[in-house]
DNA sequence: CAGAAGATCTGC
DNA sequence: CAGATCTTCTGC
């Protein structure tokens, strides 16, 4: 699903315009599976969305500071997840560089997960809210998603974790090269 | 109940 | 490289 997601289309439908970011890197968390998962230690009040039924979002709060977004994939009660780090901004840039303050071009509007929900406008607020009909936020693909997929996928372990983080467990995804994904740290 | 660490980013 | 400062977990 994280693989999936690579080469879609986040929208944003805000009352003044839409923002669109293409996703350019993701990763994978696996719930109950995989101890760097928020969901690991089960429901908690924070991450209650997670163990919702899929299509939705999750939002939290990370080191008190910058909000991330994931999009719930697994069934009811099966906290799986996909983390959105990066986008190519595609629509309302002009916006997003407003929510972001004053940064030129599109290499650092939404280049880390952080930037991303604050390029878009998401907050925890938006836990929980639905990306299937009717929404004001959902994903879709175009003519371009396939030819990002087809371009090349890198696939790395995940970024930022103390845990889970083998050698095996390579769930971040990144189209190749692309200069809006999140810098090595 | 206090302290520490965490799926981060910015500015010094 | 330190700081911001919310949520959760650990140890006493």
Redesign the pocket.
Known sequence: MARDLLGCLFVVAHADGRTVLRLVET?A?R?AL?P???????P?????S?FGPPGRL?V???????F???VVCGQEGV?E???L??GEPVAGVEAMRVR??V?EGNR?V?????????ALGIT?EHDGASLLRGGSMWCARDEATERFQEGGISQTK???????RGDELTWRFVVAGHPCA??A?
């Open positions: 990763e968390y719930g995989d760097g998962s928020h969901g690991y230690r089960g908690r009040p924070r991450n209650l997670m999750y939290y709060l990370s080191y008190g500071v910058h991330c977004v994931n906290s997840a996909v983390l780090r990066a972001r303050g940064v650092l939404a280049s880390g997960p952080g930037r991303l929900t604050q925890r995940r970024i930022g974790l103390a845990v889970g999140s810098r740290r």
